[in-house]
């Protein structure tokens, strides 16, 4: 499994932007880099059960968003960094939650148009996103 590493959260007031990152490492030495993997965002707000909110493919090439961030959020990925991002922006404060990065199996770019992104594998430890005037 890859460890993954959230960062760039923090609180914001609504309207605002943010950009979190997810940094991955500990690569296998046959899937040795990120470029393998699909790569979702997943949050999770007090009292409510986790939902998945975007997914990126190995290349880029299949991009999803829940509905309830299409238009606001915009996920993308440096793979020569080991690096996916997800610009945040008119942040509201349903946007408050608990946000992880979860990568798949290598060669699972499938996970992306499953309902939900399931299949994930490794998962980070979360960053905590908070939209509050």
């Known amino acids: 499994q890859l460890q993954l590493v959230e960062s760039g959260g923090g609180l914001v007031q609504p309207g605002g932007s943010l950009r979190l990152s997810c940094a991955a490492s500990g690569f296998s030495l046959d899937y040795n880099a990120l470029d393998y993997y699909a790569i979702g965002w997943f949050r999770q707000a007090p009292g409510k059960e986790r939902e998945g909110v975007s997914c990126?493919?190995?290349?880029?090439?299949?991009?999803k968003y829940a509905d309830s961030v299409k238009g606001r959020f915009t996920i993308s990925r440096d793979n020569a960094k080991n690096t996916v991002y997800l610009q945040m922006n008119n942040l509201k404060p349903e946007d408050t939650a608990v946000y992880y990065c979860?990568?798949?199996?290598?060669?699972?770019?499938?996970?992306?148009?499953?309902?939900?992104?399931?299949?994930?594998?490794?998962w980070g430890k979360g960053t905590l996103v908070t939209v509050s005037s």
């Open positions: 990126i493919s190995s290349d880029s090439g299949i991009l």
């Open positions: 979860a990568a798949s199996t290598p060669y699972s770019d499938y996970v992306c148009v499953s309902r939900g992104y399931v299949g994930m594998e490794s």
